[in-house]
Structures are given as C-alpha cells and as structure tokens.
C-alpha cells in the first residue's frame, strides 16, 4: 500500500522556522519525485518544492525560495522541508505527495501525484 505520512506542522510565530517530515512507504522511493503543495483556506492550491529522489533536483515556488530547503534521506525514505523566516501567509495545511519521475523536470512544480498524506497543518501568527 502507498503510503505518505507528514508531520512536524505546528503554531509559531512570524520569523520562526519548522522542519516538516514526508515519511514514505509502499512504492520504490527512488523512482519518484516528492512534493510538498499547501492549501490554505480560500486560496489555490500552491506547489512549494519538489525532490528527486533519483538525482536530487530540486524546485522552489518563488514565494517560499531563500527560505525553504527541501531534503531527502533515501535510507529511510523520508524527506524533509525545512522552513525558515515563516511568514503568516504561509499558513496552510502542508501535504507531500509522490510524483513518478516522468512528470518531473524540476523546472515547475508536477502534476499527476500517485499519491499524497493527508496533511500537516502549519499556523504564523502575525
């Protein structure tokens, strides 16, 4: 069974920093690209970065670039977003998704998830 589970989302303040955690299983991790997309009530649906768990390439929004660095640790299977310099309109609930390496180039953010978590909310209080 695919599965993503996130976690590490949270309330802090503007300027502080999270590290959100995308435990995967149930596929071959080295065969996707993992996402992190957010949502936030009343707005889109936004692509925030990407990983290859092949090679490595990444993507950032330009609304989340210079703060966020997007990791992967192919031994566990896991890759992690860390944000810093959080700012209130990052508030959203965070999901990571799993995307097959075909759908992604690193220049924009993919389409096409095979699977996605159920999420991890992430509040900034102004």
């Known amino acids: 069974e695919v599965q993503l589970v996130e976690s590490g989302g949270g309330f802090v303040q503007a300027g502080g920093s999270l590290r959100l955690s995308c435990a995967a299983s149930?596929?071959?991790?080295?065969?996707?690209?993992i996402g992190w997309f957010r949502q936030a009530p009343g707005k889109e649906r936004e692509g925030v970065s990407c990983?290859?768990?092949?090679?490595?390439?990444?993507y950032y929004a330009d609304s989340v670039k210079g703060r966020f660095t997007i990791s992967s640790d192919n031994a566990k299977n896991t890759v992690y977003l860390q944000m810093n310099s959080l700012k209130p309109e990052d508030t959203a609930r965070y999901y990571c998704?799993?995307?097959?390496?075909?759908?992604?180039?690193?220049?924009?953010?993919?389409?096409?998830?095979?699977?996605w978590g159920q999420g991890t909310l992430v509040t900034v209080s102004s």
């Open positions: 998704a799993a995307y097959l390496l075909r759908y992604y180039s690193g220049s924009y953010y993919p389409r096409n998830p095979r699977a």
């Open positions: 149930g596929f071959t991790f080295d065969d996707y690209a």
């Open positions: 990983i290859s768990s092949s090679d490595g390439t990444t």
